[in-house]
């Protein structure tokens, strides 16, 4: 009987009933988790405070998983994240502030956000073509040159504000449009790794030289996976900008960078569940600690630590 077969076949496979039951359940999650955002949002049961917080969570999340696609999964280690954050923000605000007509910005915001990722999508791939010729200590001095020339370039462009700062953009980033891009990017990512092709970064981080000789083209997989971080980080950045109206390059630092990289190790490097749940530590650990004023970045480092 067809029936006992498929029956017979799913008793012996629990791997595709386990895949079956997340293939049913993950909608659901998606689904409640987009109306429950959009009651916070609408219905003012969350005050504006612990809006901004869980938005906050939300863009800290896209770079945490974005940036672990390269230091975990793929074990190179980039320090120039708030590099690509950073032309995401002015290339999102750019297009809804001076080329956008302000009765389309709106509907055009997506396409915005979508449009500052692929411009450091293009840049990082042009990085990684240059600095993959490296590896460990020496691309990290790449990826950090890149920040402070990315911070330097801005600081002196006078058209877009220069070290003044952007301002005028509309605050179209809600706790919907967050939790939007959140699904996207690990979406995406999770996908990527679980691909013939992201086996192929993960082999990498195992050992590069074994990959090579198993026919693994490694050097292609590394310009492509950092690539897609670059896209991710940029959407991030197009998020802060339009949460926080204001950008400046002083916000996209060295500092910045290193609080990515704190996010993904205090999660677990290589782990998606532990990027995002390191990034939501430590947003939600700034917060608590803010009472403390500048004591707070004494206090954080040490309670990282411990």
Same mark, same amino acid.
Not at 63 to 76: Q, Y
């Given at each position: 009987m067809p029936g006992s077969t498929q029956s017979q076949t799913e008793s012996r496979n629990p791997l595709g009933r386990k895949?079956?039951?997340?293939?049913?359940?993950?909608?659901?999650? @998606? %689904?409640?988790?987009?109306?429950l955002c959009w009651s916070m949002q609408n219905l003012g049961f969350v005050n504006p405070y612990w809006q901004l917080v869980l938005i906050t969570i939300g863009i800290n999340c896209i770079?945490?998983?974005?940036?672990?696609?390269?230091? *975990?999964?793929? +074990?190179?280690f980039s320090v120039g994240h708030a590099g690509f954050m950073a032309l995401g923000a002015y290339t999102a605000s750019i297009l809804t502030v001076r080329l956008i007509p302000a009765?389309?910005?709106?509907?055009?915001?997506?396409?915005?956000?979508?449009?500052?990722g692929l411009i450091a999508s293009l840049v990082g791939l042009g990085l990684a073509v240059l600095s993959f010729r490296t590896r460990g200590d020496y691309l990290a001095i790449v990826t950090l040159a890149f920040n402070m020339? @990315?911070?330097?370039?801005?600081?002196n462009v006078d058209s877009i $504000? $220069?070290?003044? *700062?952007?301002? $005028?953009?509309?605050?179209?980033?809600?706790?919907?449009?967050?939790?939007a891009f959140v699904v996207a990017s690990v979406w995406v990512i999770r996908n990527l790794l679980h691909s013939s092709f992201g086996r192929g970064v993960l082999s990498i981080r195992e050992d590069e030289l074994a990959a090579n000789l198993m026919g693994v083209n490694t050097r292609q997989a590394k310009v492509l996976a950092f690539a897609v971080s670059s896209f991710f980080a940029g959407v991030a950045g197009g998020l802060y900008a339009h949460l926080l109206q204001f950008i400046n390059p002083k916000m996209f630092d060295i500092v910045k960078s290193t609080d990515v990289l704190v996010?993904?190790?205090?999660?677990?490097? *290589?782990?998606?569940?532990?990027?995002?749940? +390191?990034?939501?530590?430590?947003?939600?650990?700034?917060?608590?600690?803010?009472p %403390? *004023?500048?004591a707070r970045l004494v206090v954080m480092p040490l309670v990282l630590v411990v």
């Open positions: 895949f079956l039951d997340q293939s049913a359940t993950l909608p659901t999650f @998606v %689904l409640a988790g987009f109306f770079l945490a998983t974005s940036l672990n696609l390269v230091n *975990g999964a793929m +074990g190179e009765s389309l910005v709106t509907y055009c915001f997506p396409l915005a956000i979508v449009a500052g020339i @990315v911070k330097s370039t801005i600081e $504000g $220069g070290p003044r *700062g952007f301002l $005028g953009m509309p605050k179209l980033t809600t706790i919907t449009w967050a939790f996010m993904i190790y205090l999660g677990g490097i *290589g782990s998606m569940t532990g990027s995002l749940l +390191g990034a939501t530590v430590f947003t939600l650990l700034l917060e608590l600690l803010r %403390l *004023g500048m």
